[in-house]
């Protein structure tokens, strides 16, 4: 059984930061992709950050520069870093990752969500 566990979310003004973690535990053999999606009141979920094994990362357009996603393959963690936050930045934001599980195919797993708010 594998298990993604988001942590950091919150309430934050505008122009705030806030640092999202999350942990994958479990029979894991190996990880390639991580990263972070969110989804808002209303819309579809989507990408924020993704990084790959060899630390390659993709941002969304709407948060280049403010964001930062990183990882720690000996810990299976990946963080997200963000700054200069907006009230469009409010949504539930969930940890993702591509695992190979011992006696399972590759395959895709989410966390269970953090909400991120952000409002004055």
């Known amino acids: 059984q594998v298990q993604l566990v988001e942590s950091g979310g919150g309430l934050v003004q505008p122009g705030g930061s806030l640092r999202l973690s999350c942990a994958a535990s479990?029979?894991?053999?190996?990880?390639?992709?991580m990263g972070w999606y969110r989804q808002a009141p209303g819309k579809e979920r989507e990408l924020v950050a993704r990084i790959q094994s060899s630390d390659s990362t993709k941002y969304a357009d709407s948060v280049k520069g403010r964001c930062t996603i990183s990882r720690d393959n000996a810990k299976n963690t990946v963080a997200l870093q963000m700054n200069s936050l907006k009230p469009e930045d409010t949504a539930v934001y969930y940890c993702?990752?591509?695992?190979?599980?011992?006696?399972?195919?590759?395959?895709?797993?989410w966390g269970r969500g953090t909400q991120v708010t952000v409002s004055s």
């Open positions: 479990g029979s894991i053999y190996s990880i390639n992709a």
């Open positions: 993702y990752a591509y695992i190979l599980s011992i006696g399972y195919a590759w395959r895709d797993y």
